[in-house]
C-alpha cells in the first residue's frame, strides 16, 4: 500500500490563504496590513517549509502560528517607531482609518469588533472565524486550553453586551 504524498507548500497555501487572511484581519482590525502580514506569513512559511512536520500539528495551525509571529514582530516594530517619532517630536497628524474586519458585518458589529483588546479579537478569529477547536487555537495563541475558553467566552459576552447596547440606542 503507497503512502499519500505529503502535501506541497503551494497546495497548503492555497488551502489556507483566506483563512490566514480572515485571521490576520481580525488580530489588526486593518485588512491592508493584514494582506501585506498575509505574504510575510507565507515568506516565512516558504523559509521554513523543511522544518515543517505535519505530525506536531496541522498545517492551518503552523501557518496560523507564523502569522501571529508576523502580526507580533510588526506590532513591536511599530510600537518602537511611533516612539521614536514622538521623541524626536517628528509625529504627523493624520487620520487614523476605522478599522474593518471584513463585508457582510452589521455597523454595530464593526464597532464592537473595534473595541474588543487585540487579544479578545484574535481569540474571535480562530474560535469563531476560523472555527479552529480549543486545543489547536490555544497552541497558536501560546496559553492553556481553559485559558483560551475564559478569553473566548469574556469576548464574546463583551460582543454580546456592546451590539445589544448599541440595538437599544
Not at 504627523?92 to 464592537?112: I, K, W
Request: with cysteine.
Amino acid at each position: 500500500m503507497n503512502a499519500e504524498p505529503a502535501p506541497t507548500l503551494a497546495a497548503i497555501a492555497e488551502r489556507h490563504l483566506d483563512e490566514v487572511l480572515a485571521y490576520l484581519v481580525y488580530l489588526t482590525a486593518d485588512h491592508t496590513l493584514a494582506e501585506d502580514l498575509t505574504v510575510e506569513t507565507f515568506e516565512r512559511a516558504l523559509r521554513r517549509w523543511r522544518r515543517f512536520d505535519p505530525r506536531r500539528g496541522g498545517a492551518r495551525t503552523w501557518l496560523c502560528q507564523l502569522a501571529r509571529s508576523a502580526a507580533l514582530d510588526h506590532f513591536r516594530a511599530e510600537s518602537r517607531r511611533l516612539r521614536r517619532e514622538e521623541r524626536y517630536a517628528v509625529r504627523e497628524l493624520r487620520e487614523v482609518p476605522a478599522p474593518s474586519f471584513g463585508e457582510d458585518l452589521s455597523p454595530e458589529l464593526e464597532h464592537a469588533l473595534a473595541e474588543l483588546s487585540r487579544a479578545e479579537r484574535e481569540v474571535v478569529a480562530l474560535r469563531v472565524v476560523l472555527e479552529l477547536d480549543g486545543e489547536t487555537a490555544a497552541r497558536v495563541l501560546g496559553i492553556s486550553p481553559s485559558a483560551c475558553s475564559t478569553r473566548l467566552s469574556r469576548a464574546l459576552q463583551k460582543l454580546e453586551g456592546m451590539v445589544s447596547a448599541d440595538a437599544v440606542a
